[in-house]
């Protein structure tokens, strides 16, 4: 009700409950994507994401949710393509140090490339 008295009309349908799962997927999936396993969760996320988000066109239900499970798990996702192109690119620039004795070999000669010394 407001405040004359009359009731306010809702939208018909009740929730966008694909919204709300967009939504934690895409926040699992970039709190989860530094470990790579993100992408998967934002490449669902984002997925659920558009479809919740023609759903709430619609009807008119969960459209912010929707928007936040889209970007949320788009962001999962370049976060994890950037961390996975970081490892490949630090792999291949310390490749010479795979074999070492010890530990501490492993950190001068991964020094060593970096610095070029």
Do not use: H
């Not at 405040?3 to 349908?13: D, F, K, L, N, Y």
């Not at 966008?16 to 926040?27: E, I, T």
């Not at 239900?61 to 949320?72: E, F, M, N």
């Amino acid at each position: 009700m407001n405040t004359q008295g009359q009731e306010i009309a809702q939208p018909p349908g009740g929730s966008n409950r694909l919204a709300g799962v967009a939504m934690g997927l895409g926040v699992i999936g970039l709190s989860t994507s530094i470990i790579v396993i993100g992408g998967l969760f934002g490449g669902i996320g984002l997925i659920l994401g558009i479809v919740a988000l023609t759903t709430a066109k619609r009807t008119g239900i969960g459209r912010g949710k929707a928007l936040t499970g889209v970007v949320t798990s788009a962001i999962a996702m370049v976060v994890c393509v950037l961390v996975a192109v970081f490892f490949v690119w630090y792999a291949n620039k310390t490749q010479e140090c795979y074999q070492p004795d010890s530990f501490q070999q492993y950190t001068q000669c991964v020094r060593q490339q970096f610095t070029g010394n």
